[in-house]
């Protein structure tokens, strides 16, 4: 949930930068939930915006890719969004 999204990030902010095995940001990987939350992208975009435009390490896929992709239109509107709002 939102809360424990935020509360890693107040205990290690840069976790928000780390890539996993599959070299995604958890941006990426939440824009692939079957259900992403608004409120967890966010927090993730407005922790660090540059998430927004930072491909990822296997697929060079921005977090918007992965959320069309997957058929997350309500991931890409929100995404496209708020990366408006940080660029």
């Known amino acids: 949930n939102v809360d424990s ?7 290690k902010p840069d976790r928000v930068q780390t890539h996993d095995r599959r070299g995604r940001l958890p941006l990426h990987v939440h824009c692939q939930r079957s259900f ?3 409120d967890i992208m966010r927090t993730l975009i407005e922790s660090d915006p540059a998430t927004v435009s930072t491909p990822d390490k296997f697929f060079s896929a921005l977090p918007l890719h ?9 991931a890409y509107t929100t995404c ?3 990366s408006a709002r940080h660029n």
């Open 80 to 82: 496209y969004t708020l």
């Open 36 to 38: 992403p939350n608004r």
């Open 5 to 11: 999204v935020r509360a890693m990030l107040q205990e």
């Open 66 to 74: 992965m959320a069309v992709h997957h058929g997350k239109i309500t």
